[in-house]
């Protein structure tokens, strides 16, 4: 009986200590802050615009969410026709975003036929 006894406690001791291990694999022990953490560059808005000779834009504001400054960033859309097709692609950079600062960018399409736009990517080094 004490034999029986050792065998369950052992095999509950393992699947505990299994246990503890995935939930430590798993991200278990992280904060909560860890998933507010917003990423190094944020899309705060955007929209397209039509400008006086009928040139057509993608404005918007991305705010640098380091306290360093980022040598070069750069935001990209696709641009669609009324049938879903992709027709082209517009993006804008900019350098030297400063720590926590906010980017005005202008990402100018040079596709007279799209419809819509879609946010694709946004990259900073």
């Given at each position: 009986?004490?034999?029986?006894?050792?065998?369950?406690?052992?095999?509950?001791?393992?699947?505990?200590?299994?246990?503890?291990g995935?939930?430590?694999?798993?991200?278990?022990?992280?904060?909560?802050?860890?998933?507010?953490?917003?990423?190094?560059?944020?899309?705060?808005?955007?929209?397209?615009?039509?400008?006086?000779?009928?040139?057509?834009?993608?404005?918007?504001?991305?705010?640098?969410?380091?306290?360093?400054?980022?040598?070069?960033?750069?935001?990209?859309?696709?641009?669609?026709?009324?049938?879903?097709?992709?027709?082209?692609?517009?993006?804008?950079?900019v350098?030297?975003?400063?720590?926590?600062?906010?980017?005005?960018?202008?990402?100018?399409?040079?596709?007279?036929?799209?419809?819509?736009?879609?946010?694709?990517?946004?990259?900073?080094?």
């Open positions: 009986m004490n034999q029986k006894k050792f065998q369950a406690g052992l095999a509950f001791t393992t699947v505990i200590l299994l246990l503890i995935l939930s430590i694999a798993c991200g278990g022990g992280s904060s909560e802050s860890d998933f507010e953490k917003k990423s190094d560059l944020e899309l705060l808005d955007w929209k397209i615009t039509t400008g006086e000779y009928g040139n057509t834009t993608i404005t918007g504001r991305v705010k640098n969410n380091t306290s360093r400054e980022l040598s070069y960033a750069q935001i990209q859309f696709n641009l669609y026709d009324a049938s879903g097709a992709q027709v082209g692609t517009a993006m804008a950079n350098n030297n975003l400063e720590p926590n600062g906010i980017w005005k960018f202008e990402a100018v399409c040079l596709e007279d036929n799209f419809k819509t736009a879609k946010f694709k990517e946004l990259t900073g080094f």
